[in-house]
Nanobody
Framework: VQLQASGGGLVQAGGSLRLSCAASGRTFIGRGMGWFRQAPGKEREFVAGISGGSGSTIVYGDSVKGRFTVSRDNAKNAVYLQMNSLKPEDTAVYYC?????????????????WGKGTQVTVSS
């Protein structure tokens, strides 16, 4: 199983980026998929998550509510993160993850698979 995240880069404050994460090796239609981030010197934190299947349940971290949108495409075995109104404090390495079967919360310990991460840098 491999999760390949892409779409990171350097953007000015107020700008937008769209992250993509494509899974290979197996399908994750029934699994929650989400995004975490880790800034230098800080712990990895939850950003956004979408439930399996139709993705009817979506959860966001408090710091990104109203600015970020998570979505999934089961046909492509992929999850996306649209990031708008970016702030310098959004600078971090962003990781996509697949939640372990049977869990409904979004803690680090509940994630079964992780991507390698993509760097997002927001300049002021």
């Amino acid at each position: 199983v491999q999760l390949q995240a892409s779409g990171g880069g350097l953007v000015q404050a107020g700008g937008s980026l769209r992250l993509s994460c494509a899974a290979s090796g197996r399908t994750f239609i029934g699994r929650g998929m989400g995004w975490f981030r880790q800034a230098p010197g800080k712990e990895r934190e939850f950003v956004a998550g979408i439930s399996g299947g139709s993705g009817s349940t979506i959860v966001y971290g408090d710091s990104v509510k109203g600015r970020f949108t998570v979505s999934r495409d089961n046909a492509k075995n992929a999850v996306y993160l649209q990031m708008n109104s970016l702030k310098p404090e959004d600078t971090a390495v962003y990781y996509c993850a697949v939640r372990s079967a049977g869990w409904i919360t979004w803690s680090l310990d509940n994630m079964e698979y992780w991507g390698k991460g993509t760097q997002v840098t927001v300049s002021s």
